[in-house]
Protein backbone atom coordinates (compact mmCIF):
# COMPACT_ATOMS: atom_id res chain seq x y z
CA UNK A 1 0.00 0.00 0.00
CA UNK A 2 1.66 3.49 -0.73
CA UNK A 3 0.73 6.19 1.42
CA UNK A 4 -0.54 9.92 1.39
CA UNK A 5 3.36 11.44 2.66
CA UNK A 6 5.13 8.49 0.04
CA UNK A 7 3.10 9.84 -2.82
CA UNK A 8 4.27 13.24 -2.34
CA UNK A 9 7.61 12.21 -2.04
CA UNK A 10 6.75 9.60 -5.36
CA UNK A 11 5.46 12.68 -6.95
CA UNK A 12 8.67 14.95 -5.85
CA UNK A 13 11.13 12.57 -7.10
CA UNK A 14 9.24 11.78 -10.38
CA UNK A 15 9.90 15.44 -11.26
CA UNK A 16 13.68 15.50 -11.25
CA UNK A 17 14.15 12.49 -12.95
CA UNK A 18 15.10 13.38 -16.64
CA UNK A 19 13.48 10.05 -18.17
CA UNK A 20 9.68 11.07 -16.91
CA UNK A 21 10.28 14.80 -16.14
CA UNK A 22 8.53 15.47 -19.58
CA UNK A 23 5.55 13.69 -18.99
CA UNK A 24 2.40 15.98 -18.81
CA UNK A 25 0.34 16.93 -15.50
CA UNK A 26 -2.24 13.99 -16.46
CA UNK A 27 0.38 11.52 -17.62
CA UNK A 28 2.25 11.80 -14.45
CA UNK A 29 -0.30 12.04 -12.33
CA UNK A 30 -1.17 8.38 -14.12
CA UNK A 31 2.22 7.11 -13.59
CA UNK A 32 2.23 8.51 -9.68
CA UNK A 33 -0.71 5.72 -8.82
CA UNK A 34 0.67 3.47 -10.74
CA UNK A 35 3.80 3.02 -8.36
CA UNK A 36 4.27 0.86 -5.58
CA UNK A 37 6.69 1.35 -2.61
CA UNK A 38 9.74 -0.54 -1.32
CA UNK A 39 11.55 0.09 1.90
CA UNK A 40 14.75 -1.53 2.35
CA UNK A 41 17.68 -2.01 4.62
CA UNK A 42 21.48 -1.39 3.41
CA UNK A 43 22.83 -4.65 2.37
CA UNK A 44 19.42 -5.71 1.00
CA UNK A 45 19.28 -7.49 -2.05
CA UNK A 46 16.66 -5.83 -4.21
CA UNK A 47 16.85 -9.44 -6.88
CA UNK A 48 19.62 -11.02 -8.03
CA UNK A 49 21.61 -11.44 -11.65
CA UNK A 50 20.09 -14.00 -13.27
CA UNK A 51 16.45 -13.34 -11.28
CA UNK A 52 13.48 -12.95 -13.79
CA UNK A 53 11.46 -10.41 -12.90
CA UNK A 54 10.94 -6.61 -15.31
CA UNK A 55 9.92 -4.13 -12.72
CA UNK A 56 11.36 -1.08 -13.04
CA UNK A 57 12.53 0.92 -10.01
CA UNK A 58 13.52 4.20 -9.15
CA UNK A 59 15.56 5.04 -6.10
CA UNK A 60 13.49 7.82 -4.22
CA UNK A 61 16.02 7.98 -1.49
CA UNK A 62 18.75 6.49 -0.75
CA UNK A 63 21.24 4.50 -2.50
CA UNK A 64 22.08 1.02 -4.32
CA UNK A 65 24.56 -0.50 -6.31
CA UNK A 66 24.49 -2.63 -9.22
CA UNK A 67 27.41 -5.67 -8.93
CA UNK A 68 28.11 -8.52 -10.50
CA UNK A 69 29.25 -11.31 -7.72
CA UNK A 70 31.26 -14.43 -8.43
CA UNK A 71 30.61 -17.82 -6.50
CA UNK A 72 33.34 -16.79 -4.06
CA UNK A 73 31.18 -13.44 -3.11
CA UNK A 74 33.94 -11.32 -4.54
CA UNK A 75 32.08 -8.16 -6.07
CA UNK A 76 32.73 -6.27 -8.93
CA UNK A 77 30.38 -2.88 -8.65
CA UNK A 78 28.56 -1.64 -11.98
CA UNK A 79 27.09 1.74 -10.94
CA UNK A 80 25.97 3.26 -8.07
CA UNK A 81 22.42 5.04 -8.25
CA UNK A 82 21.37 7.96 -6.14
CA UNK A 83 18.41 9.58 -5.63
CA UNK A 84 16.29 10.22 -8.86
CA UNK A 85 17.74 7.39 -10.58
CA UNK A 86 16.63 4.61 -12.05
CA UNK A 87 17.30 0.62 -12.56
CA UNK A 88 16.04 -2.52 -13.95
CA UNK A 89 15.46 -1.05 -17.44
CA UNK A 90 17.18 -3.57 -19.55
CA UNK A 91 15.09 -6.64 -18.48
CA UNK A 92 12.01 -5.00 -18.46
CA UNK A 93 13.09 -3.75 -22.34
CA UNK A 94 14.55 -6.80 -23.52
CA UNK A 95 12.48 -9.23 -21.44
CA UNK A 96 15.51 -11.52 -20.08
CA UNK A 97 17.31 -12.50 -17.05
CA UNK A 98 18.66 -9.50 -14.91
CA UNK A 99 21.98 -8.35 -15.93
CA UNK A 100 23.16 -7.99 -12.61
CA UNK A 101 23.03 -8.16 -8.42
CA UNK A 102 21.07 -5.15 -6.82
CA UNK A 103 22.47 -4.13 -3.59
CA UNK A 104 21.24 -1.27 -1.06
CA UNK A 105 24.22 0.75 -0.10
CA UNK A 106 22.28 2.25 2.58
CA UNK A 107 18.41 2.35 3.79
CA UNK A 108 16.39 3.22 0.83
CA UNK A 109 13.23 3.84 -0.49
CA UNK A 110 12.18 2.45 -4.30
CA UNK A 111 9.35 3.37 -6.42
CA UNK A 112 8.70 -0.02 -8.24
CA UNK A 113 6.55 0.49 -11.44
CA UNK A 114 5.73 -3.05 -13.40
CA UNK A 115 6.42 -3.43 -16.87
CA UNK A 116 3.19 -2.85 -18.96
CA UNK A 117 2.79 0.64 -16.78
CA UNK A 118 5.97 1.89 -18.21
CA UNK A 119 5.31 0.57 -21.52
CA UNK A 120 1.58 2.50 -21.65
CA UNK A 121 3.68 5.94 -20.20
CA UNK A 122 5.80 5.13 -22.89
CA UNK A 123 2.90 4.83 -25.79
CA UNK A 124 1.17 7.86 -24.43
CA UNK A 125 4.57 9.44 -24.07
CA UNK A 126 7.26 8.57 -26.74
CA UNK A 127 9.49 11.36 -25.39
CA UNK A 128 10.28 8.78 -22.90
CA UNK A 129 11.89 6.39 -25.06
CA UNK A 130 14.24 9.08 -26.19
CA UNK A 131 15.22 10.04 -22.55
CA UNK A 132 15.60 6.63 -21.41
CA UNK A 133 18.06 6.41 -24.29
CA UNK A 134 20.07 9.18 -23.82
CA UNK A 135 20.31 7.59 -20.05
CA UNK A 136 21.45 4.25 -21.18
CA UNK A 137 23.82 5.56 -23.52
CA UNK A 138 25.46 8.19 -20.94
CA UNK A 139 25.42 4.72 -19.13
CA UNK A 140 27.27 2.52 -21.84
CA UNK A 141 29.72 6.00 -22.24
CA UNK A 142 30.80 5.39 -18.34
CA UNK A 143 30.81 1.50 -19.13
CA UNK A 144 33.39 1.74 -21.52
CA UNK A 145 35.68 4.03 -19.30
CA UNK A 146 35.28 1.49 -16.64
CA UNK A 147 36.51 -1.23 -20.08
CA UNK A 148 39.16 1.14 -21.08
CA UNK A 149 40.33 1.19 -17.39
CA UNK A 150 40.23 -2.47 -16.72
CA UNK A 151 42.31 -3.10 -19.96
CA UNK A 152 45.13 -0.04 -19.88
CA UNK A 153 45.59 0.58 -16.10
CA UNK A 154 47.75 -1.20 -13.25
CA UNK A 155 45.68 -1.72 -10.27
CA UNK A 156 47.59 1.31 -8.73
CA UNK A 157 46.41 3.12 -11.23
CA UNK A 158 42.61 2.11 -11.11
CA UNK A 159 43.04 2.88 -7.85
CA UNK A 160 44.37 6.48 -7.90
CA UNK A 161 41.41 7.19 -10.01
CA UNK A 162 38.97 5.77 -8.02
CA UNK A 163 40.00 7.98 -5.36
CA UNK A 164 40.64 11.01 -7.16
CA UNK A 165 37.04 10.58 -8.43
CA UNK A 166 35.81 10.57 -4.75
CA UNK A 167 37.86 13.02 -3.87
CA UNK A 168 36.44 15.45 -6.61
CA UNK A 169 33.51 15.40 -5.95
CA UNK A 170 33.12 14.62 -1.81
CA UNK A 171 36.89 15.56 -0.75
CA UNK A 172 38.78 18.35 1.44
CA UNK A 173 41.63 19.34 0.77
CA UNK A 174 44.49 19.99 3.66
CA UNK A 175 46.74 22.79 4.21
CA UNK A 176 49.32 20.49 2.59
CA UNK A 177 46.87 20.18 -0.71
CA UNK A 178 46.45 16.56 0.12
CA UNK A 179 42.93 15.17 -0.72
CA UNK A 180 41.54 13.72 2.25
CA UNK A 181 38.71 10.84 1.25
CA UNK A 182 36.76 8.66 3.68
CA UNK A 183 38.55 5.40 3.86
CA UNK A 184 37.19 2.57 2.26
CA UNK A 185 37.73 -1.14 2.94
CA UNK A 186 39.81 -3.12 1.05
CA UNK A 187 37.10 -5.28 0.06
CA UNK A 188 35.15 -2.08 -0.95
CA UNK A 189 38.31 -0.54 -3.28
CA UNK A 190 38.24 -3.84 -4.70
CA UNK A 191 34.68 -4.17 -5.74
CA UNK A 192 35.32 -0.85 -7.75
CA UNK A 193 38.48 -1.28 -9.42
CA UNK A 194 37.64 -4.94 -10.30
CA UNK A 195 40.97 -6.29 -8.47
CA UNK A 196 41.74 -8.70 -5.82
CA UNK A 197 42.10 -7.44 -2.39
CA UNK A 198 45.59 -9.18 -2.41
CA UNK A 199 46.36 -6.79 -4.67
CA UNK A 200 44.24 -3.84 -3.27
CA UNK A 201 46.38 -4.34 -0.22
CA UNK A 202 50.23 -4.47 -2.36
CA UNK A 203 49.28 -1.33 -4.20
CA UNK A 204 48.10 0.76 -1.43
CA UNK A 205 51.86 -0.28 0.57
CA UNK A 206 53.81 0.63 -2.92
CA UNK A 207 51.35 4.06 -3.32
CA UNK A 208 52.08 4.84 0.22
CA UNK A 209 55.99 4.01 0.11
CA UNK A 210 55.61 6.69 -2.94
CA UNK A 211 53.64 8.83 -0.88
CA UNK A 212 51.20 9.43 -3.71
CA UNK A 213 47.93 7.95 -1.08
CA UNK A 214 48.77 7.98 2.55
CA UNK A 215 46.33 6.17 4.94
CA UNK A 216 45.56 8.25 8.23
CA UNK A 217 42.82 8.31 10.75
CA UNK A 218 39.58 7.17 8.73
CA UNK A 219 40.98 8.58 5.96
CA UNK A 220 43.28 8.24 2.51
CA UNK A 221 45.29 11.57 1.78
CA UNK A 222 45.50 11.76 -2.25
CA UNK A 223 49.00 13.76 -3.36
CA UNK A 224 48.22 16.59 -5.48
CA UNK A 225 50.34 14.59 -7.73
CA UNK A 226 48.22 11.91 -7.74
CA UNK A 227 47.14 13.01 -11.16
CA UNK A 228 50.02 12.39 -13.04
CA UNK A 229 50.60 8.90 -11.78
P1 LIG B 1 18.44 -5.21 -15.34
O1 LIG B 1 19.28 -6.09 -16.17
O2 LIG B 1 16.97 -5.31 -15.54
O3 LIG B 1 18.78 -5.47 -13.79
C1 LIG B 1 20.10 -5.11 -13.36
C2 LIG B 1 20.27 -3.63 -13.63
O4 LIG B 1 21.56 -3.13 -13.33
C3 LIG B 1 20.14 -3.37 -15.14
O5 LIG B 1 18.84 -3.68 -15.56
C4 LIG B 1 20.58 -1.94 -15.18
O6 LIG B 1 19.59 -1.08 -14.64
C5 LIG B 1 21.76 -2.01 -14.19
N1 LIG B 1 23.02 -2.25 -14.95
C6 LIG B 1 23.49 -3.40 -15.47
N2 LIG B 1 24.66 -3.20 -16.09
C7 LIG B 1 24.96 -1.90 -15.97
C8 LIG B 1 26.03 -1.06 -16.39
N3 LIG B 1 27.07 -1.55 -17.08
N4 LIG B 1 25.98 0.25 -16.09
C9 LIG B 1 24.95 0.77 -15.38
N5 LIG B 1 23.90 0.03 -14.94
C10 LIG B 1 23.90 -1.28 -15.24
Redesign the pocket.
Known sequence: MTGDSDRILIEKCLKRIPVLKGLSDSHASQIIRDFNILRIKKGDVV?Y?S?K??D??IVINGSVR?SLLNQEGDEFI??T?GNGD????????DG???????IAAEDSLLGVLRRERFLDAIKNDPMIAIELLSALIQ??R??DE?VESLAFLDVSQRLVKLLLQIAKTEGEKDKDGFFRVKKLTHRELAAHTGASREAISKSLKALAFRKIVLEGEGCFLISPDADST
Open positions: FQDSTLYALAFFFGEMSLIRPRSATIRMVTT
